[in-house]
């Protein structure tokens, strides 16, 4: 169905063949989603838990991180009003953008991905000529820095999720559909991965794939694919000594020192029991556990709040899923629906695996948990798209009220009357 700009949207009348979307199947009778209960809520429920997440966040990075603040900075101060100036700076963000109109970033979505990519590659050609000595990894615009990597996994969603709903007549075609999306996904996350930035890489491009299979490209044509990238995937891990170090600790055959963040971690997470030591009782935060404000910070939430308070952390992020999908679900068309999964399932991915490297069960990454962690991209762009399911939520409720209007001036307009001559 083609909108008054000209773009085709994702609605259930342009599918080919009458197979069924992911979220249409959820709005079906007896989905394990509720159909009515919370969908006009979910937006500001998912509001609710974000601010939520970030106030934890301050907290859990003051604790976490005072130790690290006296001894680099001499402030145990300065990991906490940095996270604070980085939360205001996010909620600002989550209501300027949910303002918006989501559907303007489908027209500029190329524009937005052009951009993100020419950071990557002006990093990697810095890197080569050997002006920027290591990881090339941050952007600096005067004072204010931020990790290329974090705007090219949101401009890959916000681009990738264009392409799937203009092209869902032929979603199934090899050379229109599915080489275009493969293309774009592969370029971002090779820039990601020479920056070096394997984990994320890997992530950016997992989202990618996903948001292909919700969006019905071909799973033979996926699947194909996924099995010639794992050998380089594998061969571009066994490049870098750290990266096998890491896989090596995780089958628990690292050394000492590589499996030492691990270990840490993990006591930290014993020494919290059930209930936790308190609130700024952590022993690990006492300069034991590196990364204990970033990485490391379920670890450290553990230690403090318990059992139960890691629990009440991630059943957060479950609700933010729910809202998530209920969001996807009420979109008024096919952009906002692959825009709203791949958003909500970004913010699934990070939070989850973050939780399972602190728990031992994935190998160290260096993702943060998102609203937790310390960082200012990743706290920035997380609420970009939080700003933007905001937006897609608001939607429904803002055409309606557009019709609302259509219709009371319709009815208000005077009568046509008739010609005053009778011929």
């Known amino acids: 169905m083609n909108n008054a700009s000209g773009y085709t949207f994702n609605t259930p009348d342009s599918y080919s063949g009458g197979e069924k979307t992911v ?51 001499d402030s145990s101060e300065y990991f906490l009003w940095r996270q604070v100036f980085y939360t205001v700076l996010g909620i600002m963000m989550i209501f300027v953008i949910g303002g918006l109109d989501y559907k303007y970033l489908q027209k500029i979505s190329i524009w937005i991905l052009v951009i993100s990519v ?27 820095k931020f990790q290329a990597s974090e705007m ?52 950016i491009a997992l989202i990618g794939f996903s948001m292909m299979f919700v969006g019905r490209v071909s799973m033979k044509h996926l699947s194909i ?22 896989i090596m600790t995780y089958i628990g055959k690292g050394s000492a020192k590589a499996s030492y963040q691990a270990e840490q971690a ?35 939430i553990g230690e403090e709040y318990g059992f139960i308070g890691a629990i009440v ?23 906002g629906r692959n825009l709203a999964f791949g958003i909500t399932f970004t913010l ?19 993702l943060p948990m998102p609203f937790v962690s310390y960082g200012g991209s990743s706290a920035l762009f997380n609420a970009i798209g939080v700003g933007i399911l905001i937006s897609i939520s608001r939607e429904k409720k803002r055409q309606e009220k557009k019709l609302q209007r ?18």
């Open 225 to 246: 694919t996924g099995l010639a990238v794992l050998p380089l995937a594998i061969i571009f891990a066994k490049a870098a000594p750290y990266r096998m170090e890491r």
């Open 118 to 144: 020419g950071l990557l590659g002006l990093l990697l050609l810095l890197k080569l000529v050997g002006i920027i000595k290591g990881p090339a990894r941050w952007i600096g615009i005067g004072r204010f």
């Open 348 to 366: 699934a991915l990070y939070a989850f695996i973050n939780a399972g490297v602190a728990c031992s069960a994935l190998p160290t990454t260096g």
């Open 23 to 73: 979220f249409e199947k959820l709005r079906e009778p007896g989905s394990l989603i509720p159909q009515k209960t919370f969908e006009s809520l979910a937006g500001k429920l998912l509001l609710l838990l974000v601010i939520l997440l970030m106030c934890v966040g301050v907290l859990a990075v003051y604790s976490s991180g005072a130790g690290w603040g006296v001894q680099k900075f």
């Open 266 to 300: 993990l006591i930290g997470l014993g020494n919290g029991g059930m209930f936790g030591l308190g609130p700024g009782e952590s022993k690990q935060r006492e300069l034991f556990l590196p990364a204990s404000y970033n990485d490391f910070i379920f670890s450290v």
């Open 152 to 203: 090219a996994k949101y401009a890959l969603i916000i681009h990738l999720s264009s392409m799937i709903a203009r092209r869902q007549r032929y979603i199934k075609d090899l050379n229109k559909a599915y080489y275009p999306m493969i293309t774009v996904i592969m370029v971002v996350s090779a820039l990601v991965a020479f920056e070096p930035n394997f984990s994320t890489a890997s992530v």
């Open 406 to 423: 259509e219709t009371q001036k319709a009815e208000n307009a005077p009568p046509e009357t008739g010609s005053k001559y009778v011929i």
């Open 313 to 335: 952390i991630l059943l957060f992020f479950v609700a933010i899923i729910i809202c998530g999908i209920l969001i996807a679900r009420n979109a008024v068309d096919g952009y």
